[in-house]
């Protein structure tokens, strides 16, 4: 291996110049990757166009270090100065899916990988052996919508009707009330009770099938901080409270905020931070934060962890879950609503019954939207806080911390900054969320067969 090379290629930063949209962060926007994830790709990239620099030979990249590899060369400047420390121009060759192609890009593939191993060890099983990080999840998509499922409940829940009321009209004519009423209300307790611990259970036995070197066991705090609460002001407010913490941004008497004469910078959320602060001068905290709130650095967290959960909320094991727990309510609420039916028909009081059955209807709504977000917002977090972080020194990190103690650990005086009205800065409001057109991963040049030196 050429080390000089290897060092120069590895110290070689994408990113420079700094900006609000550099290189990493358009690439993680594009493809809603995570942080990690992202600058796993890019040293992959380099990787490649190491073994790119090396051989006399083609040599092929996968379908995610394709995607890093054609935005390298949008930003041209960048990337001929990154061939110059190649020592040759490297050229991208598309495949043109001809046949006579086929073989040259084959074999192109099975050298690369011997070439990998020889200078770099295993190859990196998520970046060469997927098309897109969430692959690796294994999830099988649903064959259906849930808005689908919804109307498909509904309409069988109309044909029903008349042949369950048939059915159950004896039940209901030898049943009085309130021997009824205490009977209904305890299948409501022991389907709510029921439908939980069967919801956590299979929620749980899940995420221990994915891959252990999967994206969603290699978040940041910030990551797992935004997906417990959904919403990105509190990731900005730890953010800035640790730069109170350390003395980089200062209250000022009149509860507005400055940036110190010193500065202590330990990541991209800091930077962006302190450079938005110094262009807006002395600021109240409440306007500060709806300047960052639409940041790249901040918006991206909310793309990648929206997309982690659309990913599984389109998956069959999660449509499966939600058809049991709809179809289950749907049942509930058709023997309470035939009740009804049964003493409108007989002139006897329904108000409690109709009572019950209008709050049950409320209830499942609110119940089915919360199933959309547990495994997100309460599961993964979960698996983190007993499992994963278990076996890691996170001791004194202070954002591992803040995810683990939350605003606890946030200086009082900041608290009382925070306390006061703010925006409604949830993923969805800031304009930032990933959309239906989402294809779980960007798109990538699956056509590129390789590329070839000068």
Not at 45 to 71: C, G, N, R
Request: charged fraction near 20%.
């Amino acid at each position: 291996m050429n080390k000089n090379l290897w060092k120069k290629i590895e110290e070689y930063d994408l990113d420079q110049p700094p900006s609000d949209y550099d290189f990493s962060l358009r690439l993680a926007h594009e493809n809603y990757w995570t942080q990690n994830f992202t600058k796993q790709a890019v040293l992959e990239y380099k990787k490649f166009m190491y073994l790119a620099a090396v051989s006399d030979m083609m040599v092929s990249p996968s379908e995610i270090v394709d995607t890093v590899w054609h935005q390298h060369l949008i930003f041209t400047k960048s990337y001929h100065e990154f061939c110059q420390i190649l020592g040759k121009q490297i050229q991208h060759i598309p495949s043109t899916h001809n046949k006579k192609d086929f073989t040259k890009f084959k074999d192109a593939k099975e050298r690369t990988v011997k070439l990998y191993e020889t200078h770099f060890g295993k190859q990196h099983d998520i970046i060469w052996n997927y098309s897109n990080p969430y692959e690796s999840l294994h999830l099988d998509k649903s064959n259906f919508e849930l808005q689908t499922t919804l109307i498909i409940g509904m309409v069988t829940f109309i044909v029903l009707t008349i042949p369950l009321y048939f059915l159950l009209k004896p039940l209901y004519l030898n049943t009085k009330n309130p021997d009824f009423m205490i009977f209904y209300l305890g299948l409501i307790v022991i389907l709510f009770a029921g439908l939980e611990w069967y919801n956590r259970r299979k929620f749980e036995q899940t995420i221990h099938l994915f891959d252990k070197n999967c994206i969603i066991f290699d978040l940041q705090p910030f990551e797992l901080i935004y997906l417990k609460n959904m919403n990105i002001s509190s990731v900005i407010n730890g953010s800035v409270n640790e730069l109170i913490d350390n003395g980089s941004i200062k209250i000022n008497a009149d509860k507005t905020i400055s940036v110190n004469d010193l500065t202590f910078i330990k990541s991209r959320e800091d930077r962006q931070i302190i450079a938005s602060l110094e262009d807006l001068g002395k600021s109240s905290y409440s306007n500060f934060l709806n300047q960052l709130i639409p940041k790249p650095v901040f918006s991206n967290i909310v793309r990648s962890m929206d997309e982690v959960k659309k990913y599984f909320n389109r998956s069959k094991i999660f449509s499966h879950l939600f058809v049991l727990n709809f179809t289950l309510f749907l049942i509930l609420i058709m023997f309470g609503l035939l009740r009804i039916v049964t003493g409108v028909l007989r002139e006897k009081p329904v108000v409690q019954i109709t009572l019950a059955v209008i709050v049950l209807l409320f209830l499942m709504i609110g119940y089915l939207f919360r199933l959309t977000n547990v495994f997100s917002s309460k599961v993964l977090p979960g698996a983190y806080t007993k499992e994963i972080l278990s076996k890691r020194n996170t001791e004194n990190d202070w954002q591992w911390n803040y995810f683990l103690l939350g605003t606890a650990i946030f200086t009082t005086s900041f608290v009382s900054l925070t306390n006061r009205p703010t925006p409604d800065s949830s993923g969805g409001n800031c304009g930032t969320s990933s959309s239906s057109d989402s294809s779980c991963g960007g798109s990538s040049c699956s056509s590129c067969g390789g590329c070839g030196g000068d």
